[in-house]
Nanobody, 121 residues
Framework: QVQLVESGGGLVQPGGSLRLSCVIS????????MGWYRQVPGEQRDMVAT???????DYKDSVKDRFIISSDNAKNTVHLQMNSLKPEDTAVYYC???????????????WGQGTQVTVSS
């Protein structure tokens, strides 16, 4: 049973910082990509940042230069350092991984339960 366990969400004032972490366990497949998505009620879930096993990184345009994604492939963990937070960053943040045979075949997406991030004064 694959489990993605997030931590680090909470309430922060505008301009503040938070660090999200996710530990992925229980998979016998190789991880291709890890990352973070976020969702606001009534809207679709959007990609925030992803990092491949080879180190390729992608960011949502609105978080570039403010958020930093990092990973430890040996420990199957992924982090998201969020700086200069804005009220519009308020959302439920979901940890995500794409895993499959040899990290290439029969890829399947897995999701965490989500952690609330609220940016408000």
């Amino acid at each position: 049973q694959v489990q993605l366990v997030e931590s680090g969400g909470g309430l922060v004032q505008p301009g503040g910082s938070l660090r999200l972490s996710c530990v992925i366990s229980g998979t016998d497949r190789s991880i291709n990509t890890m990352g973070w998505y976020r969702q606001v009620p009534g809207e679709q879930r959007d990609m925030v940042a992803t990092i491949s096993s080879g180190g390729l990184i992608d960011y949502k345009d609105s978080v570039k230069d403010r958020f930093i994604i990092s990973s430890d492939n040996a420990k199957n963990t992924v982090h998201l350092q969020m700086n200069s937070l804005k009220p519009e960053d308020t959302a439920v943040y979901y940890c995500y991984c794409l895993a499959g045979l040899y990290g290439k075949y029969h890829l399947r997406a897995y999701w965490g339960q989500g952690t609330q991030v609220t940016v408000s004064s």
